[in-house]
């Protein structure tokens, strides 16, 4: 049977930059990564902000074909249907078996289906991946309605790129505010009013979605809607089955130790599959990004501890920019400041910074992500982010 030195799977940002860090380590390894979707590991956070232009198939590719050949990284498209943790062994949905020395599993997660009594799931569409989202644009040929269910990053971004495509939009949520993970009721007032303006109809507070009225009536809080199509952004599962039928501990997510060992010896997990000790998981390109280098390095013998970083959340919608990492405790000191469109607020604890919430002040962001894992102090940032 075939054995390579490291198997990585899933064909996202955390693979990806597990195998960099591996093959700085050692570049005579042989690495294998494995994809189950069509077409090269691209940015996925860019899919569902192209609905209005369009992407051609490799557009947001994450590497070429060269950069995969000149780094000895053999790239297969399959599905790993069965990890054999004892054995150290894979199974694929269509190929033979194939061992590993060290394997990372980093395959990502999965919407949450949406289950509306009575509508058709030919209706539904997700924007998790590629795939999904060249079929919501083949759609904007024939709908002229959309509902979006869910009103977080993902739900706003479409909702706006579909208004951008002259469709008219219903955006949907249970909770009563838009961007609940990531925003404070001020910051989703601000995108609500923009929301609004932007000609979309907003329902917040929905707890009761009936399509059972007939083809395209949707009924919500009482009151009737005609819709052609329903785009689910409602949240995402971890891909925990793979590992769970492996008797590889899970809870939500994979489990992984500050390591990002998995129970499993030389099984790692990283990105929006892994949960960590605190049980966070993190869902989020940048946390992804670094928690797959982490495991890489860990997965080459080089103990490289995870820190809990403040990665933050960014969104361009409606012309406007906003940036947000919430504050983990409500105890800190904050510093509310406005100017011309811009608007601010800074948390500090013992004078250091801690959250930010950002409107506008998009050229300077790499500054303030800078402050934020520096946790710069209030002299520092009225000196070198003053408004
Ligand atoms: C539409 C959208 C927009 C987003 N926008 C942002 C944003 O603006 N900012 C931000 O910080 N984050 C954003 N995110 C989240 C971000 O994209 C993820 O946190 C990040 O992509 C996670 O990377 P990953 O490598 O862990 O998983 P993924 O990117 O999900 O990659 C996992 C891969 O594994 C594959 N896979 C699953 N099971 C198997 C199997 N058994 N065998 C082989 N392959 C398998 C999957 O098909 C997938 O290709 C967005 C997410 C979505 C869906």
């Given at each position: 049977?075939?054995?390579?030195?490291?198997?990585?799977?899933?064909?996202?940002?955390?693979?990806?930059?597990?195998?960099?860090?591996?093959?700085?380590?050692?570049?005579?390894?042989?690495?294998?990564?494995?994809?189950?979707?069509?077409?090269?590991?691209?940015?996925?956070?860019?899919?569902?902000?192209?609905?209005?232009?369009?992407?051609?198939?490799?557009?947001?590719?994450?590497?070429?074909?060269?950069?995969?050949?000149?780094?000895?990284?053999?790239?297969?498209?399959?599905?790993?249907?069965?990890?054999?943790?004892?054995?150290?062994?894979?199974?694929?949905?269509?190929?033979?078996?194939?061992?590993?020395?060290?394997?990372?599993?980093?395959?990502?997660?999965?919407?949450?289906?949406?289950?509306?009594?009575?509508?058709?799931?030919?209706?539904?569409?997700?924007?998790?991946?590629?795939?999904?989202?060249?079929?919501?644009?083949?759609?904007?040929?024939?709908?002229?309605?959309?509902?979006?269910?869910?009103?977080?990053?993902?739900?706003?971004?479409?909702?706006?790129?579909?208004?951008?495509?002259?469709?008219?939009?219903?955006?949907?949520?249970?909770?009563?505010?838009?961007?609940?993970?990531?925003?404070?009721?001020?910051?989703?007032?601000?995108?609500?009013?923009?929301?609004?303006?932007?000609?979309?109809?907003?329902?917040?507070?929905?707890?009761?979605?009936?399509?059972?009225?007939?083809?395209?009536?949707?009924?919500?809080?009482?009151?009737?809607?005609?819709?052609?199509?329903?785009?689910?952004?409602?949240?995402?599962?971890?891909?925990?089955?793979?590992?769970?039928?492996?008797?590889?501990?899970?809870?939500?997510?994979?489990?992984?130790?500050?390591?990002?060992?998995?129970?499993?010896?030389?099984?790692?997990?990283?990105?929006?599959?892994?949960?960590?000790?605190?049980?966070?998981?993190?869902?989020?390109?940048?946390?992804?990004?670094?928690?797959?280098?982490?495991?890489?390095?860990?997965?080459?013998?080089?103990?490289?501890?995870?820190?809990?970083?403040?990665?933050?959340?960014?969104?361009?919608?409606?012309?406007?920019?906003y940036l947000a990492v919430l504050p983990s405790k409500s105890s800190l000191?904050?510093?509310?400041e406005e100017k011309d469109d811009i608007v601010r607020d800074m948390y500090?604890?013992?004078?250091?910074?801690?959250?930010?919430?950002?409107?506008?002040?998009?050229?300077?962001?790499?500054?303030?992500?800078?402050?934020?894992?520096?946790?710069?102090?209030?002299?520092?940032?009225?000196?070198?982010?003053?408004?």
């Open positions: 049977m075939i054995l390579k030195d490291f198997i990585i799977v899933g064909g996202g940002i955390a693979g990806l930059s597990a195998i960099k860090a591996i093959r700085e380590q050692n570049q005579s390894a042989s690495i294998l990564w494995i994809s189950d979707e069509d077409r090269l590991p691209y940015k996925r956070t860019k899919i569902n902000k192209h609905i209005a232009v369009g992407f051609s198939r490799d557009e947001f590719a994450l590497v070429e074909h060269d950069w995969l050949l000149t780094h000895h990284v053999e790239l297969l498209f399959d599905r790993v249907i069965g990890i054999e943790t004892a054995k150290h062994e894979l199974s694929f949905k269509h190929r033979g078996n194939l061992q590993y020395h060290k394997l990372i599993v980093a395959i990502g997660n999965k919407p949450r289906p949406l289950s509306i009594n009575g509508l058709s799931q030919d209706m539904v569409f997700n924007v998790h991946n590629a795939r999904q989202v060249e079929n919501i644009i083949r759609s904007t040929s024939s709908s002229r309605t959309y509902m979006v269910v869910g009103a977080g990053v993902e739900g706003v971004e479409t909702a706006d790129q579909l208004v951008q495509k002259g469709k008219k939009v219903i955006l949907v949520d249970r909770n009563s505010m838009v961007l609940q993970r990531f925003f404070t009721p001020k910051y989703a007032a601000l995108l609500q009013d923009t929301i609004q303006k932007a000609g979309i109809q907003l329902l917040l507070d929905v707890h009761d979605i009936d399509g059972s009225l007939g083809e395209s009536v949707i009924q919500m809080n009482g009151q009737q809607y005609d819709v052609d199509t329903v785009i689910s952004t409602i949240g995402y599962t971890p891909n925990i089955e793979l590992a769970a039928a492996s008797n590889i501990q899970c809870n939500v997510g994979i489990r992984v130790d500050e390591y990002m060992q998995t129970s499993a010896e030389d099984v790692f997990a990283a990105g929006d599959v892994a949960e960590h000790p605190s049980g966070e998981i993190t869902c989020l390109w940048h946390a992804a990004e670094y928690q797959g280098r982490v495991a890489g390095m860990n997965a080459c013998g080089i103990k490289t501890k995870l820190e809990l970083k403040p990665f933050r959340m960014k969104t361009e919608v409606f012309g406007d920019y000191e904050w510093v509310e500090f604890d013992q004078g250091k910074l801690e959250a930010v919430l950002m409107k506008n002040d998009g050229s300077r962001s790499k500054i303030y992500q800078t402050a934020l894992m520096e946790k710069w102090t209030r002299e520092r940032i009225n000196r070198e982010l003053p408004l």
